[in-house]
């Protein structure tokens, strides 16, 4: 039977209806968002990405900064798994404390050595705070590296993860200008995530920067970059960028061991900020203790 022979005869006719069957008008206005200015409880703005408030010591000469990190504030944590778990990567140690250093006019990491791995959870985040202390001596500040739960109540124990020495004593900068290196032989670096993965590095696009690698006289050379989208700004030097950087380290067949993650790192300078590429040269491979120079895609 049809619509017409069901209603023929009741005056029921047809009539339009939306094209959309839950097509409708929201007359609600929607809850305005509010920004916590860090300046209304004593801080000061930093422009950073990771460390977002800075507050100087009254009574010494010395700085705090902190921030909060969450897997569902900065997905790009996330690309950075080891055997299952999400770990803040030691080149964001890096980041961090160097920020922290320039803040205060000490901006080159003399070292740096991580005591305890830095868990991201899955929900919730982490409150972050990087403690410089005075000047000592010999020019040198201590840093520390501290984190806990960002819904802590205030008398909870923070967890110390990472200490070292800032310094104002900068190192000159290098140049890769002459790219790809001469009489350098290159590396397969395809099937090197794959490979990886099998040994634990659960890393994901963000973190697979390597792009291409070459040998002569035991060093290596790479080209590494950010997936397209991945902003650099608020950054000195991207981690997970730096991090692709060491990857280079487990191209070699040599050195094909325990799944091992950086730990100490001394003298550490950063001369310009915001590269999403980068050239590298790489030493000291067969040791385990890598030396990098590494310079913007023009070789600067």
Request: include cysteine; charge should be negative; charged fraction near 25%.
């Amino acid at each position: 039977m049809t619509w017409e022979e069901l209603y023929a005869g009741s005056g029921a006719r047809r009539v339009d209806v939306p094209t959309y069957a839950f097509q409708r008008k929201r007359y609600w206005q929607n809850a305005p968002v509010v920004q916590l200015d860090v300046t209304s409880v004593g801080l000061a703005k930093t422009g950073h990405a990771m460390l977002t408030a800075a507050l100087a010591m009254p009574d010494a000469d010395g700085l705090v900064m902190t921030g909060r990190l969450s897997r569902q504030d900065d997905p790009w944590l996330s690309d950075h798994s080891v055997f299952g778990s999400v770990l803040l990567p030691g080149t964001a140690f890096v980041e961090l404390a160097i920020r922290a250093g320039e803040e205060i006019g000490c901006g080159v990491l003399d070292e740096l050595t991580v005591e305890q791995p830095l868990v991201l959870p899955e929900e919730g985040g982490l409150a972050v705070q990087v403690q410089v202390g005075a000047e000592d001596e010999t020019g040198r500040r201590a840093v520390h590296l501290y984190s806990r739960s960002a819904d802590s109540d205030a008398d909870e124990a923070w967890t110390r993860h990472a200490s070292g020495f800032l310094t104002a004593e900068d190192a000159e900068p290098v140049a890769l200008a002459a790219w790809p290196p001469p009489g350098a032989d290159a590396l397969p670096v395809d099937g090197l995530y794959e490979r990886l993965a099998d040994q634990g590095y659960d890393y994901g696009p963000v973190f697979r920067g390597l792009r291409a690698a070459w040998r002569r006289d035991g060093e290596v050379f790479a080209e590494v970059a950010l997936p397209d989208g991945v902003e650099t700004e608020g950054f000195g030097l991207h981690p997970a960028l730096l991090d692709a950087a060491l990857h280079v380290g487990l191209l070699a067949e040599e050195n094909d061991r325990e799944t091992s993650l950086p730990f100490a790192w001394t003298g550490v300078s950063l001369h310009r900020v915001g590269a999403a590429e980068l050239r590298v040269r790489v030493s000291g491979i067969e040791t385990g203790t890598l030396s990098l120079d590494v310079c913007d895609a023009t070789g600067v």
